[in-house]
């Protein structure tokens, strides 16, 4: 099946740094791509659409200011929390949509820990 | 009303048997349906797509679809411990790769050896 590379796959941090996630996809070419966090034993909760090449559209309550996402390739976007906050700690999960199968695939999750 | 609604479990399963999970939508106008499985810590994985009215099997697992009276289901037969997993039904509300996937909140599954 495809393939979505999302890494890192772990980070911890400093609260007020800012982190950078990476999501790929390897196989094919995605136009648009989504980004989720994740807590505990919870469901995944949409918080921006991205789509190549335009301004990401982020789901109500989602901060733009503070969770920025670039997606500048067919294969690439990425998600930047800035100055993470304790708060922020959750699994982040990327997805992308293979354009000619209409599937969507995602990748493996990045967990993020704010101390 | 939520869009996507499915029973949060546990649906506890003995091995062997077939597990039946269900799952709701409220857009009359969806046009792709997904089963994802989720194991703990990981992220969820494709199972199974369908995108008209029947069923749809592929080995162990058949999707059904009643687009009118909106809902999709996945059985899995002959369960295995290893199937114990949360399972998400995602919606694709329109027309494009475009549309927003609206995922349900989940059924966790219990396969009892």
């Known amino acids: 099946g495809a393939v979505v590379s999302q890494h890192p796959s772990r980070v911890i941090c400093k609260s007020g740094t800012s982190v950078k996630i990476e999501c790929r996809s390897l196989d094919f070419q995605a136009t648009t791509m989504f980004w989720y966090r994740q807590f505990p034993k919870k469901s995944l909760m949409l918080m921006a659409t991205s789509n190549e090449g335009s301004k990401a559209t982020y789901e109500q309550g989602v901060e733009k200011d503070k969770f920025l996402i670039n997606h500048a390739s067919l294969t690439l976007s990425t998600l930047t929390v800035t100055s993470a906050h304790p708060e922020d700690s959750s699994f982040y999960i990327c997805?992308?949509?293979?354009?000619?199968?209409?599937?969507?695939?995602f990748g493996s999750g990045t967990q993020l820990s704010v101390l | 009303q939520k869009e996507v609604e499915q029973n949060s479990g546990p649906l506890s399963v003995p091995e062997g048997a077939i597990a039946s999970l269900n799952c709701t939508y409220s857009?009359?106008?969806?046009?792709?349906f997904f089963w994802y499985r989720q194991y703990s810590g990981k992220s969820p994985e494709l199972i199974m797509s369908i995108y008209s009215n029947g069923d749809k099997e592929d080995g162990r697992f058949t999707a059904q679809l009643n687009k009118a009276s909106q809902y999709v289901s996945l059985l899995i037969r002959d369960s295995q411990p290893s199937d114990s997993a949360t399972y998400l039904c995602?919606?694709?509300?329109?027309?494009?790769?475009?549309?927003?996937?609206?995922f349900g909140s989940g059924t966790r599954l219990s396969i009892r050896p």
């Open positions: 857009d009359r106008g969806s046009q792709s």
């Open positions: 995602a919606v694709n509300t329109g027309y494009s790769s475009a549309s927003k996937i609206i």
């Open positions: 997805s992308a949509v293979d354009r000619g199968s209409q599937k969507l695939f």
